[in-house]
T-cell receptor, first 114, second 109 residues
Framework: DTEVTQTPKHLVMGMTNKKSLKCEQH?????MYWYKQKAKKPPELMFV???????INESVPSRFSPECPNSSLLNLHLHALQPEDSALYLC?????????????FGDGTRLSIL | KNEVEQSPQNLTAQEGEFITINCSYS?????LHWLQQHPGGGIVSLFM???GKKKHGRLIATINIQEKHSSLHITASHPRDSAVYIC???????????FGEGTQLTVNP
């Protein structure tokens, strides 16, 4: 069982829908990350939150909107997505922002845009 | 040229074989991670190394900082080891992980 919980596991949505991906960890980690992974490719960093503040935005389109309501939760709000946004979205956490501590990954949300 | 190169890209082995996956990198790093990803998608952190060697069960990871090279070894491989193995480096300048393209390992019974 993973210590980082992502919901939902699968999501199918139309291009006009609004949905949210959720990520939760209770390890006391102060850094949380969103990655996007296309098939047969490595993960690509999207966002980093450190102490609940957005520290890195890798030039992600505004149709993706991250939110960190508290130190245990990380959301990714989705609106007006494009078919090319279909991918596996992975959440991760670590004790500190890219500190020399391992990142713990969730199982991901597999997103399909119709 | 990618900053993190893995070889081989694909590897097929028979159960029981000794397996080696290699990772070379071209930047200064503070740590190197070996990650395992099963077909379902979840990623498990196997090792984080900054020097020397680590062992966990049948898995061994080594790193040579001078040669900018790391290896992941699996002894007595088993079909449940079938997964994608990803090498990722944390740059010495910090701030983000750089991932290799991954090695798809298939272990046949």
């Amino acid at each position: 069982d993973t210590e980082v919980t992502q919901t939902p596991k699968h999501l199918v949505m139309g291009m006009t829908n609004k949905k949210s991906l959720k990520c939760e960890q209770h390890m006391g980690h102060r850094a949380m990350y969103w990655y996007k992974q296309k098939a047969k490719k490595p993960p690509e960093l999207m966002f980093v939150y450190s102490y609940e503040k957005l520290s890195i935005n890798e030039s992600v389109p505004s149709r993706f909107s991250p939110e960190c309501p508290n130190s245990s939760l990380l959301n990714l709000h989705l609106h007006a997505l494009q078919p090319e946004d279909s991918a596996l979205y992975l959440c991760a956490s670590s004790q500190g922002w890219f500190s020399n501590q391992p990142q713990h990954f969730g199982d991901g949300t597999r997103l399909s845009i119709l | 040229k990618n900053e993190v190169e893995q070889s081989p890209q694909n590897l097929t082995a028979q159960e029981g074989e000794f397996i080696t996956i290699n990772c070379s990198y071209s930047v200064g790093i503070s740590a190197l991670h070996w990650l395992q990803q099963h077909p379902g998608g979840g990623i498990v952190s196997l090792f984080m190394l900054s020097s020397g060697k680590k062992k966990h069960g049948r898995l061994i990871a080594t790193i040579n900082i001078q040669e900018k090279h790391s290896s992941l070894h699996i002894t007595a491989s088993h079909p449940r080891d079938s997964a994608v193995y990803i090498c990722a480096v944390l740059r010495a300048s910090g701030s983000r992980l750089t991932f290799g393209e991954g090695t798809q390992l298939t272990v046949n019974p």
